[in-house]
Every structure is written in C-alpha cells, then in structure tokens.
C-alpha cells in the first residue's frame, strides 16, 4: 500500500489502530483453512463510521478490504489473498442491549458467541446457535458465515435467530436491514442476503438476534455402536419420532483422538458413537428420553447406552467432541475439513463411500459431525511436504464433491465456499443461478475490492495502492 493511503487510514483510525510491522500483520494471515497469505496493513476500527469511512476510502483508491473476525473460519474467507486490508473487528465487541420483554439482543460483530451465549443465560434466555468454535469464534463471523452447531437439530442455524443487521456497503454506505420484531415482509429479505454471504457484499457492524426461553432441563446420552453403518443407520430412525436438540456422531478414530478427555473408557468393540440430548422443561424431557429409550430397546444390538451422571459429566463429553477437529492434527500435520450434508437417510451411503476413498487413495478419513442434520465433517489427513499424498488428497476430495452431489447432498452446511471450494461451485449450482450471485456481487461491489477471491473464482492480483 502506498504511503499515502497508509496515511490517509491513519487519519480515519489514528495511529494506534493501523498495523504494518511484519510480526503484527503475520497473525492476521492466516485462519482455519491452513493457508496463509499476508496482508498489507491491519485496521482495528470502533464504530461504524470509522468503517464507512475506511471503505469509502478503499472504493475510491482502490484497494482491496477483507473484514475479520476472529479468523476461525475453515474455508480461507478472512484471508487477504488479493493483499490489501484487513478489518479485524475484534474492538467492536460490545453486547449494546439485551431486550428481556421482547426477547431480542443487539450486538456488535466481535462479540465472541460463547460470551453472548454465557451472558444470556445468566438472565434465563438462550441464543440457541452454538458453533464448536463458540467459545472464540465472534457473531460477525457466525452471520458471515450462517455458522451452525449441534443444537440445528432441533433449533436450526445462525440465520433463524437473525432479525436485522447494520451493514457498510463496499462504497461506504450504511444500511439498516430487517426489523427487531417477531414478523415483517417488507421490501425483500436482505437480512437473509448477507447473512451466508461471507463478508463478500458488505461488513457488518451491528447485529440484532431473536432469544428464545432458556431451556430448563437437559438429558445427555451416549449410544455405544458396533460400526459406523449402525450408529448412522439409527439417525433417520431417532429423528423419525423424537426431536433431540443434539445428535452428534464420531467415528473409531475420532474417538481415539480424544480419548483422553473422555470421561469413559469405550467398551470394547465400540466402532463409533452417537451423542444425543433431549431439553425442555423437566417434564417434556422425561416423556422424551422415555420414549427414546424404547426405541433404542428395540434395537438390541447395540453395545451400550449410558446417560451422563452429572452436567460436569456431559460437559466433559462436550469437551471432547469440541476438541476432535484440532485433535486431528495428532494423525497427521495437515487436514482438509469438508462439511458436507446428505439427506439424514442416505448419511451411510456417504460414509461407506468415505471408507472406500481412504482405501482407494490410500489415505486416513475420519468422518465425525452433525449426524442430526446429515452434516457429516470429512477429514482427510495428509503431509503437504510429500506432493504425492497432497495429489491424492485433492483427488479424493474432488470425488467426494461429487458423490454428495450425487446423493442430493450440498457441498458445505456451516463453513461455505470462501476460497478453497470456489472452483467445486458449479457441482452444486446452475449457470443461471452463478450468473445472477455473480450479478449481486457486481451490484453491490462493482470496483470487486470487498473479500475479492472468495466465493466465486475470479482473478484478483495484488496492487501496489
Ligand atoms: C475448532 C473449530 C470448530 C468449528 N466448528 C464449527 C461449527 O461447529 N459450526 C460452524 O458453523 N463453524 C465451525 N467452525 C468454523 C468457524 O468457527 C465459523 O465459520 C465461524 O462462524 C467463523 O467466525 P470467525 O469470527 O472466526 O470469522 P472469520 O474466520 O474471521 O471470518 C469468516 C468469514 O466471515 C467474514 N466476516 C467476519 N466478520 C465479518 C463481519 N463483521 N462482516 C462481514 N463479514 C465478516 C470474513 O471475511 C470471512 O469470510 C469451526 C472452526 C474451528 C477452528
């Protein structure tokens, strides 16, 4: 970046809130997805003019803007790949009003979701979104990405929970979207636009989120299973007649990686797991887990079913299914996560086709995730030193792009497109529908200077502004 726009940036933001020294621009250059691409300066704003007028700055120059959360994202999106500006968003942190009448919060984008979450339920309210990364991802990077979690079973996904959002445009405008009451259709849904679209379209700055009652009652249960198919094949069959708020799958060797945070030893034989939880009020959970406990009965062959003992006991199994994605890296140094979804039915299709692809490609997958929503999380482990293993590596992984596809899946449920799935786009999407995405983005940010690179493959060259 030229001296001059440095400086410019300098008078919006001041001296202390502009980062350029080599060191400090190194950790905002890379996030979840492994790659790394160095910015050109960093920008700590506090308010939304601030960032309005850092992007009417941007538009006109140009450069490019990458807003950031707390770069958690699995999919390259807060990566400066065209060079330019980062936008941490980390200073606008604030929880600005909990509305307990209307059951309605407003907050700024860096708040992380576990202190919101953690804040909300001290007053009996519950945002129900709840990421594995929740206890740092931020609400910015959640809209950015319509992040979900475990509890989408039964409560569904970030944008559920979106009422209306605060948004700088790439040429610096700002726009109130949505309302902050139970119901509204006027004008068309651009809440739901930018929620999902990866900082792509706009930043930002405020968010208002609907609550819900905080549940009163929790059961946690663990189904011990003698191999994948049969853990898997039990989901369609449980989400059939129950409406758990979690069912979460982990395979032999997800488990493995965490066995030392597990607060039980699997018995013998146990080839994968389903975690499964039933809330409500007290009495509603009872009648659940009865009832679910006669449907497992059913199926004798099960290995074993255990309920935790205590909430210490159920957060510790929490503990350990949050820590299987970093613990993977105990296999090998390099992962490439994909979080596709299939229809709940056809989840032991997919993950039979996984066990063919590690052999066929002489690879180690572990499969572990969302098995409640058919959001199944694919790891393939590999050494990116040895271009061998990285070749099959991307082969099997193209192969799995396509046997989703196949199996009416998609190809990502919670971390999107961002940078490493914009070629596999038009596996999913028809010409007519690329061209008019392409056409909003055009719309909204005809100079392409906001998150260029990300979404669509388009060629982005870094300039010297
Ligand atoms: C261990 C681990 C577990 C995870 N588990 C889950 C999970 O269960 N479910 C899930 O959905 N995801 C999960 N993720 C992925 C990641 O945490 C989510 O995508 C999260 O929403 C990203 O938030 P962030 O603040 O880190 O955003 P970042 O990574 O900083 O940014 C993500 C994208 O959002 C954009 N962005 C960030 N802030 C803004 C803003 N204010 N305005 C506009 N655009 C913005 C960025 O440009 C980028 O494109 C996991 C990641 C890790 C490392």
Redesign the pocket.
Known sequence: MKHETLHKLKSIVGNNRLATAREELLCYSY??AGREYLPEAVVFPESTEEISAIMKLANSTPFPV??????????G??LAVAGGLVIA?SR?NRILEIDELNQVAVVE??VI?GTLRETLQARGLYYPP????LK???????????????SAVKYG??RDYVLGLE?VLPDGGIIQTGVRTAKGVVGYDLTRL?TG????L????KITVRLIPYPASRKTFLILCRSIFQATSLVAGILSKHRPCTLEYMDRTALEIVSGKLPFTPAPGTEAILLLEVDGDALEVDIQAASLGKFLATNNDLLAIMEAESPEEAAALWSAR?SV??AAFSLKPHKISE?VVVPRSRIPELVSFTEGLAAEHDLTIFTFG?AGDGNIHVNIMLDKSLPREVARAEKARASLFRQVIRLSGTLS????I?LTKAEFLPLELDKTSLTVMQGIKKFFDPNNIL?PG?MFVTQCHKKNN
């Open positions: 996030d979840g990458v807003p950031r959360g707390a770069g958690s994202g699995m999919t999106g807060a968003l606008m984008p860096g979701t709840d990421p594995a990364s740092f991802c931020t609400m910015g990077g959640n809209v950015a990405e319509c992040a979900g979690g475990p996904v970030t948004v930018f679209s990866e900082g792509t706009g930043i930002i700055t949050r994605s970093p979080d969302h449920g919670e971390h999107g961002g998150n990300k």
